[in-house]
């Protein structure tokens, strides 16, 4: 089995850039940063052909053992939800993928302007959306959680389940 290293090559110094899965050219890493920041404004903005919905990650591989790239993803059918871009005060929906690499505060009093680049619309939205639903998660926090994401998984599963043969039964 070779290595990713031998597998993908890319020039010392850049980083590639991959929209929905495909390489389509390449960023000198000393760019890379100042890319993702436009091609984000530009989303949140609506200018030019960048579409409103599309999630941008640049993983620089310094603190992550993950691909280094900067990754563009406009395919439908993503998960998505709601931060405030802190530069412009707008919405913008970002990716779960886009979620790992951004600084969100939390609540407007946790914004440090070196640190943060974006804030939670609601402070529940940091939490999931079947663990939002858990009542009383402040107490007896990990059974109780659990047991509910469990529980409302199978419920999804099931209805989706039952669904999908409904569909295929007509």
């Not at 900067?70 to 802190?86: A, E, K």
Request: hydrophobic fraction near 40%; include cysteine; charge should be neutral.
């Amino acid at each position: 089995m070779s290595s990713l290293s031998s597998a993908v090559s890319f020039p010392a110094n850049y980083l590639p850039v991959i929209l929905n899965g495909q390489i389509i050219g390449y960023v000198a890493d000393a760019m890379a940063e100042t890319l993702a920041a436009r091609l984000r404004y530009m989303k949140v903005m609506g200018l030019g052909q960048v579409p409103s919905r599309m999630e941008i990650v640049l993983i620089d591989g310094k603190a992550t053992p993950q691909f280094p790239s900067l990754s563009l993803f406009t395919n439908m059918c993503r998960m998505v939800r709601p931060t405030i871009y802190l530069p412009t005060k707008t919405v913008e929906y970002i990716g779960s993928l886009e979620q790992i690499y951004l600084s969100i505060a939390c609540l407007p009093e946790d914004i440090d302007a070196t640190r943060h680049t974006h804030l939670e619309t609601k402070p529940t939205n940091m939490l999931s959306m079947v663990a939002r639903l858990t009542p009383f998660s402040d107490f007896n926090q990990s059974p109780r959680n659990m047991y509910q994401c469990q529980v409302c998984l199978a419920s999804l599963s099931l209805s989706l389940s039952l669904s999908l043969s409904l569909v295929l039964c007509q």
